[in-house]
C-alpha cells in the first residue's frame, strides 16, 4: 500500500531551538535535525521538508505567512501531498494559523505544530507534536478542515484556538468550542469539523495599516489618535470584559474619527462568549454600534485584527465588511 506523502516545513520557534547559557535559547535546529527525531514515522508517511526560515515566532511578519501559503500552494499542485506540517514558534501560532486558514481554499490540511520546551530540554515535546501532526496530515478525515493546530495530542480549528498558559505543555485551547479531534495512540480521531471557517481566494495583498488598542481602567485616546493621523484603516478595541465598553476618552477618539476612513472592530477582553451591544451609558458597545464600530462575535483581538488584514483590501464598503465579520464571527 503507498504510504500518504507529508510535506514538513519549519519557520523555527522554540521547538528548532537549543539554549545558550550566555544569550538564551534560540533557533539551531535546521528541518532536516527535526525530520531525524520523528523515529518511525518512515513506516506511516514519506516525509519530504523544506526550511522556509530559522527565527523565533516574534518574528514573523504576516506577508511572510501569505508568501509561505503561495510556496505551500505551488508544491501542493505539483506533488502528490496528502498535507502539509508547519513547524514555528507558538507564541504568535494562533495568528498564524488563522492567517493561513483564511488564506487556504484547497482540500488538504495545513497543521501547525511548535514546541513548549526548545530542544535542549531532556523531557522536549517537539518530536512528539511533530508525529502526531504528520498523522493529522496524512489522515483523510483532515481533508477540507483547512489549517489546524495539533499541540500535546489535541487537535484544534485555528479560528478558535488560543494560547492560555505562559509554560504548560497542554497551552493550547479552544474555549468557546473545544477541540475538533485528538491523536491517542497513533490514532486521529475527529469529533467535529470547522463549520464557521471563511476563506477568501487568490490574496494578492494584505492590509497591515492594522492595530489593536487594549482598553483599562482609566485609558487615554492618544495611541488611537496618532494611528487615525498615521492612517492607519483598521483598529481593533479589545474593550472591558463583557460586552465590550470603552472608557469616554476613546468613545470621543472614536466619533471624531467616524470620517477619517479607519474601520473598528469592537472586541471584548473577556476570551470566551460573543459581543452583547446592549449596555449604554454614553460609552458603552450600544454606543460604539451606533458610531458604526463593528462586532468582533466570538473573535479575540488577535483573530480579529488577522481578519481585518486579509479582509479590508477585498471590500468596497464598511457595509461589505460588516457583512463578511458578521459570517465568520457570529
Not at 518511525?40 to 515566532?57: K, P, R
Not at 454606543?287 to 462575535?297: A, T
Request: net charge neutral.
Amino acid at each position: 500500500m503507498k504510504k500518504p506523502k507529508v510535506l514538513i516545513i519549519s519557520t523555527g520557534g522554540t521547538i528548532s531551538s537549543k539554549y545558550d547559557n550566555e544569550k538564551g535559547y534560540s533557533p539551531a535546529v535546521s528541518v532536516q535535525e527535526l525530520c531525524s527525531s520523528l523515529f518511525g514515522i518512515e513506516n506511516l508517511a514519506e516525509i519530504e521538508s523544506i526550511q522556509f526560515c530559522n527565527v523565533l515566532s516574534f518574528a514573523l511578519e504576516p506577508n511572510q505567512i501569505l508568501d509561505l501559503v503561495n510556496i505551500i500552494r505551488a508544491k501542493i499542485y505539483e506533488g502528490d501531498y496528502a498535507g502539509v506540517v508547519i513547524t514555528q514558534g507558538t507564541a504568535t501560532m494562533e495568528e498564524t494559523s488563522y492567517l493561513a486558514d483564511l488564506l487556504w481554499d484547497i482540500d488538504q490540511p495545513l497543521v501547525f505544530t511548535g514546541a513548549m520546551l526548545n530542544a535542549s530540554e531532556r523531557d522536549w515535546d517537539g518530536a512528539r507534536n511533530i508525529f502526531n501532526s504528520v498523522l493529522v496530515a496524512a489522515d483523510p478525515m483532515a481533508k477540507n478542515k483547512g489549517a489546524l493546530v495539533c499541540m500535546g495530542g489535541e487537535i484544534h480549528a485555528a479560528r478558535d484556538v488560543s494560547k492560555v498558559h505562559k509554560s504548560s505543555l497542554n497551552a493550547f485551547v479552544s474555549l468557546n468550542s473545544g477541540p475538533l479531534g485528538m491523536v491517542s495512540n497513533n490514532k486521529v480521531v475527529f469529533y467535529r469539523n470547522p463549520v464557521l471557517r471563511k476563506v477568501f481566494a487568490l490574496v494578492s495583498r494584505l492590509e497591515t495599516g492594522t492595530e489593536i488598542i487594549k482598553v483599562s481602567l482609566g485609558a487615554g485616546s492618544k495611541l488611537i489618535d496618532l494611528l487615525v493621523a498615521n492612517d492607519y484603516k483598521g483598529i481593533v478595541l479589545e474593550g472591558f470584559p463583557g460586552g465590550g465598553g470603552v472608557t469616554p476618552e476613546i468613545m470621543n477618539s472614536v466619533i471624531k474619527a467616524q470620517d477619517k476612513g479607519v474601520v473598528f472592530v469592537l472586541t471584548p477582553r473577556s476570551p470566551m462568549g460573543s459581543v452583547i451591544s446592549r449596555a449604554s451609558g454614553g460609552c458603552g458597545p450600544w454606543d460604539l454600534r451606533q458610531c458604526g464600530v463593528i462586532n468582533g462575535g466570538d473573535l479575540t483581538s488577535v483573530k480579529a485584527r488577522i481578519l481585518l488584514m486579509v479582509a479590508l483590501p477585498l471590500v468596497s464598503s464598511k457595509a461589505e465588511l460588516e457583512g463578511l465579520f458578521n459570517e465568520a464571527a457570529p
